[in-house]
């Protein structure tokens, strides 16, 4: 029954070369279409061309990171605070050097009309909004994907303690739900980078 003929090795090979070989094969027509429609997601700015690329590298690097954590079952790169951290500060710098090296820095340090004090002080509110950005990315990422990890763990934990087999379905939900979690987390992350590069 469980015999491999000539004829299915020739089927298989022959529909994999529409998969993979051909310069247009499914797969590529696959993987263009979603980057295409990543970077529509993300919209385009002929003020900064490549704003669209940043963020959509930033949404399949931490898609990638998140779903490497939780599939190898380890800990998650993105629920540990000094990774996050550091990546946040990485993408804020780019985007605040972006803006340091713009017009608009100077119009944003002194604004026509206004008194020296009000200046001043729209001044420091403005660049402690400024500073605050990497900090607020790392919170806000780190604890939603903690968070989404913690019910999961008390899902998992539950269904244990319980019958166990018969509540696989609320197993799926809760992986699907983490899965959710990972992409709504990452796509809120790279559109902040994207609206940050394009202030």
Known sequence: MNNV???DIFMFFYLLQFIFYFKESMMNVLVKKFFFGLIGVFSFSSSLPLSSIISVFTFIVLLVCCFGGYFTYSF???GMIEFTFVYAVVAWMSTFLTFISSEKFSIFMSKEGDSF???LSMLLVELVSEFSRPL????RLTVNIMVGHLISMMIYQFIEISSG???IWITILAIM???FVFFIQSYIFSRLI???LNE
């Open 165 to 167: 087999v018969g509540y």
């Open 117 to 119: 004090l009000k200046t």
């Open 76 to 78: 998650c790169p993105c």
């Open 5 to 7: 003929y000539f004829l």
């Open 194 to 196: 994207y609206l940050y």
């Open 177 to 179: 739900m983490e899965c």
């Open 136 to 139: 607020a990315l790392t919170v």
